[in-house]
């Protein structure tokens, strides 16, 4: 079962979800929006990409970027979410949403099943059918919760506590 926005917003009062920062404006009926960091991202290339071999964010930002910035299609571009979240009560899943598909925006590639007890900023695995701008802020994505069934195993992977987006570490 997936929680409706009510349930999403009753779990974080009771501490079994945490949305940071978390800002009622953005629940939905069944999910909660997540919006772009643009202050680190990665352009991969197939160059770039080897799977013997992490992928490094080269081109971290410092400063909150404040104009859009425009990405392109057979590219592939790493950036993280604003929010940080957690839970040990249920599994996340991140989908994207309906305007930006229909502008040609993907967030993800296959990645959109969060694990139990991870705890960090999400990665976003972004691609474009056109040429199109994004902006620090923008409403990229939307997390739902679904119910587990079952002895939960809560998450230790390599990407616990991400607070920037994260390369391949494969």
């Given amino acids: 079962?997936?929680?409706?926005?009510?349930?999403?917003?009753?779990?974080?009062?009771?501490e079994r979800i945490n949305i940071t920062p978390f800002d009622p404006k953005n629940l939905q009926p069944n999910s909660y929006d997540l919006h772009l960091d643009c202050m680190s991202y990665k352009e991969l290339n197939r160059i770039d990409i080897d799977t013997n071999q992490p992928i490094y964010l080269h081109n971290n930002q410092k400063e909150?970027?404040?104009?859009?910035?425009?990405?392109?299609?057979?590219?592939?571009?790493?950036?993280?979410?604003?929010?940080?979240?957690?839970?040990?009560?249920?599994?996340?899943?991140?989908?994207?949403?309906?305007?930006?598909?229909?502008?040609g925006i993907s967030i993800h590639e296959t990645a959109g099943f969060g694990d139990i007890g991870f705890n960090g900023k999400w990665t976003l695995e972004i691609s474009v059918k056109v040429p199109t701008p994004v902006y620090h802020g923008m409403r990229i994505a939307q997390i739902y919760f679904h119910e587990v069934v079952g002895n939960i195993e809560l998450y230790k992977g390599k990407y616990q506590g991400a607070d920037k987006a994260e390369g391949s570490k494969l």
């Avoid at 104009?67 to 989908?95: C, N, V």
């Fill in 1 to 14: 079962m997936i929680l409706t926005g009510k349930e999403i917003e009753r779990q974080i009062k009771q």
């Fill in 64 to 103: 909150k970027l404040e104009s859009k910035i425009f990405l392109y299609p057979s590219q592939l571009y790493l950036f993280s979410t604003i929010e940080t979240t957690h839970t040990d009560h249920y599994a996340p899943m991140l989908e994207g949403i309906s305007s930006n598909a229909r502008m």
